[in-house]
Structures are given as structure tokens and as C-alpha cells.
């Protein structure tokens, strides 16, 4: 637990004694609007299996119907096979932005039903369907399963990682492209990561300065437009030049961070404390029991008897009082907190209190 609130210490001083940050280019603050990634999810089934699969779980003995179906080969209905090697599966994939017809992404493959492993299997040809309900990709291909598992006959087992879930590096064909609209839009609009009504105001300032006023206007604290040419080539080339110019982001709000199933405290510059007195203190009570034995006399007719015997004690930890001078910066603070031996635990009851005196200048997060 030392090393832990050890760590938690070395984490806050390194936020607090941080050189200021440098400018930081556009693209590292946000994105534009509309270049993002799409999700896409696909139902399936994983052949192949060495006895690991589903065996008798209807949905799988439907689902491998349909897929048989689609061959022309329909199986008689008072059939049910024993589907020991096949699995029903969920696919999931990211269909990254300006993706185009023929290229390959990875995709994810897990067990939706008993299966106890996948790996060894392959999957069956399926289509990956986007929000809309429309089929953006195609998948098929051998698993890659980083997990294992092994059961013995008198059940018991081993299980590394996680054998039911895969993946499949280039095992889905983009079959169809997203419009993002970038090149048709009237304007271009540029997103932060963070809200931030200074950033957003300096990043407009920034594309002005570099192209002439009025091209891009703050519409608050999160979005930018900027008025671009039409065609996508010349959009491409403004857009790439925007992303590579320098900011200086505002300074982030002030909070301390902490996380109180680890211990971690996080501080960032941008807190601060008006004056006030603190001492911190603990009160230990102690008991002790023991237990002594008591011999009769000899020959007499006392019997052997067993004496508790209890100790109580009290022990108050003195820790002097110590004075927040007006305006000082966090890392003051927590100099003067080390200074009395207090360890992060006790770090995390002061700034509590702080707060509630109104003398922490800071949003109090705990995670």
C-alpha cells in the first residue's frame, strides 16, 4: 500500500511541476465534422471447431440452416445435427472514414452462445451491417484466438485468456462508401475534443490570421466554421493545412482528480487555495488481550483457572498547524502536507476539507 500512495505522489508532483505546454497543433485539439470512424456488426457462424462449438443450442442449428440455404441445400426438418463444431458468433468491426470499396479492415469475432473455444475455426461468409441497415462489408476468414482451454474428464479445466473471442487482421471487404459530405457542405466545421470557449476562440483567431478575417468564425465553445472552396481537392488541401497550424490551447479548468480505489491523486497547475490553517492529526486507540493462567496451591481444592487480562491504551499523532499563505499554487500545498508526514490518504481528507471551506479553488473529482 506504501508503494501505491508512493506512485500516486510521483503521479500529482509530475502534473505540478510540468513546464508550461507548448502550442499544440489543430489536429491534436479536435477533428472535423463528419471524418469519423462507423460501427459495423454482423451475425455469423464460426465452422471448424474441434468439438469446441455449440452442439445442440437451437438458434445454431437455425442459423447453419440458413446458411445451407443459401447453397440450395435444405436440410429435412425433423434433422437437428449434433453442431459440436460450429458456433454462432457476433462480428464487429470499425469502418474507418473515406474507406472505399475493395479495401480490407480487421474485425472481431465472439461466441454468442456455449462455444468453449474458437480457435481452429473459420468463419462463414457474412455481411456487416451499418446503423442504417444497409451492408457495408462482407467478412470471412481464419480466427486468430490469442486464448486457450483444456478440460479434463474429471472436469476440471484450465482457461488462458479468453479462447471464445478472436480476431481476423484484413477479414472483411469494404463493399460500399460512406459520404462523409466534406466535399458538398456549404462550410467546413471543426470540432474540439474539449469544450473550451478560449481554444475554440483562438483556433478561429489562428485560420483568420492565416487566410484573411471572416473565414472562420467561433460558434461556441466546441465547433469552428470555416467557409471553403468548393471541389474536394482544394477542401482536402485547406483541411490538411488547418490541422498543421499552432495554438495555444487554454489553460484546462482546475480540478483534482482521485481515485479512491487506488489512491491516486491528480493535480493539475491550475488549482488554487486561499488562505487558511490546516492541521491534520490521528487518534489510535489501542486494545490488547492476553490470557494468563492461574495454578492452585498445591494440595489444595482450587481448581486451574484462565485470567483475561486487558490493556487499553490511547495514542494522539501531534501534527502542527500549518498556514496557506494567500493565492499559492497547489504544489504549495502539498510541500506543506508532506512537510507533516501525511501521506496521500490524508492528502485526499485535507483537499475534502478545503473544499468545503471554500478555500480549494478547484473542481473535486472522485472517480
Not at 229 to 241: F, Q, S
Amino acid at each position: 500500500m506504501f508503494r501505491l500512495y508512493s506512485l500516486a505522489l510521483i503521479v500529482a508532483f509530475a502534473f505540478l511541476t510540468a513546464t508550461p505546454a507548448l502550442a499544440e497543433r489543430v489536429k491534436d485539439l479536435g477533428r472535423f465534422q463528419g471524418i469519423r470512424s462507423n460501427q459495423l456488426t454482423g451475425y455469423g457462424i464460426v465452422v471448424g471447431l474441434p468439438g469446441t462449438g455449440d452442439d445442440n443450442l437451437e438458434y445454431t442449428i437455425q442459423s447453419m440452416k440458413g446458411v445451407t440455404s443459401r447453397f440450395g441445400f435444405q436440410l429435412p426438418p425433423n434433422i437437428n445435427p449434433a453442431l459440436k463444431n460450429s458456433a454462432v458468433v457476433m462480428i464487429t468491426a470499425e469502418l474507418p472514414a473515406f474507406a472505399k470499396p475493395g479495401q480490407r479492415i480487421d474485425i472481431v469475432v465472439a461466441s454468442m452462445g456455449r462455444a468453449k473455444s474458437l480457435r481452429g475455426g473459420s468463419l462463414v461468409l457474412t455481411p456487416l451491417i451499418g446503423a442504417d441497415g444497409q451492408i457495408y462489408a462482407m467478412a470471412q476468414g481464419n480466427l486468430a484466438v490469442g486464448g486457450l482451454g483444456a478440460e479434463g474428464a474429471d472436469g476440471s479445466k484450465i482457461v488462458v485468456n479468453v479462447p471464445s473471442s478472436g480476431r481476423i487482421p484484413d477479414g472483411a471487404t469494404v463493399e460500399r462508401a460512406v459520404d462523409t459530405g466534406f466535399a458538398s457542405s456549404p462550410y467546413l466545421t471543426w470540432n474540439l475534443a474539449r469544450a473550451d470557449f478560449t481554444t475554440a476562440q483562438r483556433v478561429a483567431t489562428a485560420i483568420n490570421a492565416r487566410y484573411g478575417g471572416g473565414v472562420a468564425q467561433a460558434v461556441d465553445a466546441v465547433s469552428v466554421t470555416v467557409a471553403a472552396p468548393a471541389g474536394a481537392e482544394l477542401r482536402t488541401r485547406l483541411m490538411g493545412e488547418i490541422e498543421n497550424l499552432t495554438v495555444d490551447a487554454a489553460e484546462a479548468a482546475a480540478r483534482v482528480i482521485v481515485n479512491a480505489r487506488t489512491g491516486t491523486v491528480v493535480i493539475n497547475s491550475a488549482v488554487r487555495v486561499s488562505p487558511a490553517a490546516v492541521t491534520h492529526g490521528k487518534l489510535t486507540v489501542r486494545i490488547d488481550e492476553a490470557q494468563r493462567v492461574s495454578q492452585p496451591a498445591p494440595f489444595s481444592d482450587g481448581q486451574t483457572v484462565i485470567e483475561q487480562q486487558s490493556s487499553v491504551g490511547i495514542e494522539e499523532e501531534v501534527k502542527p498547524m500549518f498556514l496557506l499563505d494567500p493565492g499559492p499554487r497547489l504544489a504549495d500545498v502539498v510541500k506543506a502536507v508532506n512537510a507533516i508526514g501525511a501521506s496521500p490518504a490524508d492528502l485526499v481528507a485535507i483537499l475534502e476539507a478545503l473544499k468545503e471551506a471554500g478555500a480549494l479553488k478547484a473542481e473535486l473529482v472522485i472517480l
